[in-house]
T-cell receptor
Framework: GENVEQHPSTLSVQEGDSAVIKCTYS??????FPWYKQELGKRPQLIID?????GEKKDQRIAVTLNKTAKHFSLHITETQPEDSAVYFC????????????FGRGTSLIVHP | EAGVAQSPRYKIIEKRQSVAFWCNPI?????LYWYQQILGQGPKLLIQ????????DSQLPKDRFSAERLKGVDSTLKIQPAKLEDSAVYLC?????????????FGPGTRLTVL
């Protein structure tokens, strides 16, 4: 089955700095890679996703890159703000037919004012 | 639109007792997922339904866990008997899957504590 590794487990930055979270996956058939933000005590919410037919996707201060050859993808947050503080999860899965997402263990991002 | 609803929000039981969780997905969403999220870890898929059929339950501990979605809408997840290691948040999610959109919408979760 799919195995997703996520690093780092914790990330502490100053407000305004950039933050990068990296994930690797094992199943070359995976083609859909969502990122979720989970604030303390709340449900995970999708913040951005990328499919294997593109290498990069950007949405305001958030971007995701995908390297299919190396089987890794990364989340980039620029100009971080205190409200970005949360746990971020990456996931990998296949679209079409059975969609069985495998999540990483999460990265706790702390943005210091 | 209304989100995914789950109940109860919190449950405390003793080991060897039974417990059931309920989920109501977003209206019209054909696919429903149950996840187990242990503290400090990512969600782990337990079972996935497409309408009222099981798509995948390979990670469901079937000796104690069961789930059903009889009419293809609401779903229940049951644990019988519970163990200490079952303490976790149980998340329900749903997705449309009728288009190319695969986004899952999560419910608020049920926090289970087994004493």
């Amino acid at each position: 089955g799919e195995n997703v590794e996520q690093h780092p487990s914790t990330l502490s930055v100053q407000e305004g700095d950039s933050a990068v979270i990296k994930c690797t996956y094992s199943d070359s058939a995976s083609n859909y890679f969502p990122w979720y933000k989970q604030e303390l005590g709340k449900r995970p919410q999708l913040i951005i996703d990328i499919r294997s037919n593109v290498g990069e996707k950007k949405d305001q201060r958030i971007a995701v890159t995908l390297n299919k050859t190396a089987k890794h993808f990364s989340l980039h947050i620029t100009e971080t703000q205190p409200e970005d503080s949360a746990v971020y999860f990456c996931a990998a899965s296949r679209t079409g037919g059975s969609y069985i997402p495998t999540f990483g263990r999460g990265t706790s991002l702390i943005v210091h004012p | 639109e209304a989100g995914v609803a789950q109940s109860p929000r919190y449950k405390i039981i003793e080991k060897r007792q039974s417990v059931a969780f309920w989920c109501n997905p977003i209206s019209g969403h054909a696919t429903l997922y149950w996840y187990q999220q242990i503290l400090g870890q990512g969600p782990k898929l337990l079972i996935q339904f497409q309408n009222n059929g099981v798509v995948d339950d390979s990670q469901l501990p079937k000796d104690r866990f069961s789930a059903e979605r009889l009419k293809g809408v609401d779903s229940t997840l049951k644990i019988q008997p519970a163990k200490l290691e079952d303490s976790a948040v149980y998340l329900c999610a749903s997705s449309s899957r009728t288009t190319s959109e695969d986004e899952q919408f999560f419910g608020p979760g049920t926090r289970l504590t087994v004493l």
